[in-house]
């Protein structure tokens, strides 16, 4: 299997991440293939600044999301369990992270580092990383942390990058990718289009891995444009707008392209924009029943209730399921 991508979706701060980055590299002994790690968060909302996780851990709301991960034990007898998990794997002891840290910049160092040395270097910075934070206590919220961390990787660019905002844009977005791919576990092994989710035995990922062919060939255009629908589908109209946002600017009158971003800027209240996009998706095509049914339903929003009657029973005439 030569020139096999794999990608492995995943949050620096999960341990499973590290335990399934240990499981994906005893699959693939023996297989020619490229590992990219992409950006997963399993606490969004972490503090920019990292607290204690002793500290963190008292929150009575933390509390009871760690039990919902592990029903029936406690956060401390869950720990336990993944201490031995992650032995039985080489990782530590000791074992287990000290610091409740953000892991937007940490998402940002891999993704430089893959744009700037390819996937050898990304995997040397990202297990730098995983062990930092799980084996050496450190702190990986701590952008100096990071840029020691990828200096000893031989990434010296790393501090000097992650002092500005390099990688920042390109991780948010595909943070949304991946929302769009239906990504909910960490980690994520993707090939292709298949995905299998959780840190699974060598011998799963690698049956996985085997049956897994190249994916459908798809342009990159057409790739984004149904993650946006994904989105969309997903009541995310913000994050739908933000990956059609390169679409609109290449392709300004595709009527696909416009009637996503309508539907976005509709949900998302943004109703002038919506319009200004309907009112020439019609202008240009009149036999266009949907564009007229959201026209329609644009304009009852504004409170413009006689235009929006003439739309929507045009529209209805047109295709009588929209009546």
Same mark, same amino acid.
């Given at each position: 299997?030569?020139?096999?991508?794999?990608?492995i979706?995943?949050?620096?701060?999960c341990?499973?991440?590290?335990? #399934?980055?240990?499981?994906?590299?005893?699959?693939?002994?023996?297989?020619?293939?490229?590992?990219?790690?992409r950006?997963?968060?399993? @606490?969004?909302?972490?503090?920019?600044?990292?607290?204690?996780?002793?500290?963190?851990?008292?929150?009575?709301?933390?509390?009871?999301?760690?039990?919902?991960?592990?029903p029936?034990?406690?956060?401390?007898?869950?720990?336990a369990?993944?201490?031995?998990?992650?032995?039985?794997?080489?990782?530590?002891?000791?074992?287990?992270?000290?610091?409740?840290?953000?892991?937007?910049?940490?998402?940002?160092?891999?993704?430089?580092?893959?744009?700037? #040395?390819?996937?050898?270097?990304?995997?040397?910075?990202?297990?730098?990383?995983?062990?930092?934070?799980?084996?050496e206590?450190?702190?990986?919220?701590?952008?100096?942390t990071?840029?020691?961390?990828?200096?000893?990787? #031989?990434?010296?660019?790393?501090?000097?990058?992650?002092?500005?905002?390099?990688? @920042?844009?390109?991780?948010?977005?595909?943070?949304?990718?991946?929302?769009?791919r239906?990504?909910?576990?960490?980690?994520?092994?993707?090939?292709g289009?298949?995905?299998?989710?959780?840190?699974?035995?060598?011998?799963?990922?690698?049956?996985?891995?085997?049956?897994? #062919?190249?994916?459908?060939?798809?342009?990159?255009?057409?790739?984004?444009?149904?993650?946006?629908?994904?989105?969309?589908?997903?009541?995310?109209?913000?994050?739908?707008?933000?990956?059609?946002?390169?679409?609109?600017?290449?392709?300004?009158?595709?009527?696909?392209?416009?009637?996503?971003?309508?539907?976005?800027?509709?949900?998302?209240?943004?109703?002038s924009?919506?319009?200004?996009?309907?009112?020439?998706?019609?202008a240009?095509?009149?036999?266009?029943?949907?564009?007229?049914?959201?026209?329609?339903?644009?304009?009852?929003?504004?409170?413009?209730?006689?235009?929006?009657?003439?739309?929507?029973?045009?529209?209805?005439?047109?295709?009588?399921?929209?009546g």
């Amino acid at each position: 299997m030569v020139g096999m991508r794999i990608e492995i979706w995943a949050d620096v701060v999960c341990p499973w991440a590290y335990v #399934g980055k240990r499981r994906l590299e005893h699959a693939l002994a023996g297989v020619d293939a490229e590992v990219v790690w992409r950006p997963y968060r399993i @606490d969004p909302t972490a503090p920019e600044s990292s607290v204690l996780l002793d500290e963190a851990l008292r929150d009575p709301a933390a509390d009871e999301a760690l039990r919902g991960c592990a029903p029936g034990l406690t956060p401390a007898q869950n720990r336990a369990r993944v201490a031995d998990i992650a032995a039985a794997e080489g990782l530590g002891p000791p074992w287990g992270a000290v610091w409740r840290a953000n892991s937007h910049h940490a998402h940002r160092l891999l993704h430089l580092a893959y744009e700037h #040395g390819g996937a050898a270097l990304q995997d040397d910075v990202a297990e730098r990383v995983l062990r930092a934070h799980f084996v050496e206590g450190a702190n990986i919220g701590d952008r100096r942390t990071l840029g020691d961390l990828a200096a000893r990787a #031989g990434f010296a660019a790393g501090a000097t990058l992650l002092a500005g905002d390099a990688g @920042d844009r390109e991780v948010r977005e595909l943070l949304l990718v991946g929302k769009a791919r239906g990504i909910v576990t960490s980690p994520t092994y993707v090939v292709g289009d298949r995905a299998l989710a959780g840190a699974q035995s060598p011998e799963a990922i690698a049956a996985f891995v085997g049956a897994a #062919g190249p994916g459908r060939d798809m342009p990159p255009e057409v790739r984004r444009l149904r993650w946006a629908e994904s989105l969309l589908d997903q009541r995310d109209p913000l994050g739908a707008l933000t990956l059609l946002r390169p679409l609109l600017a290449e392709y300004p009158d595709d009527p696909n392209v416009r009637r996503l971003a309508a539907r976005g800027y509709y949900h998302s209240a943004q109703l002038s924009r919506a319009l200004d996009v309907l009112e020439r998706l019609v202008a240009d095509a009149p036999d266009d029943s949907y564009a007229r049914l959201m026209l329609g339903k644009t304009l009852r929003r504004a409170g413009r209730h006689d235009e929006a009657g003439t739309h929507l029973r045009i529209a209805a005439a047109m295709t009588p399921a929209y009546g």
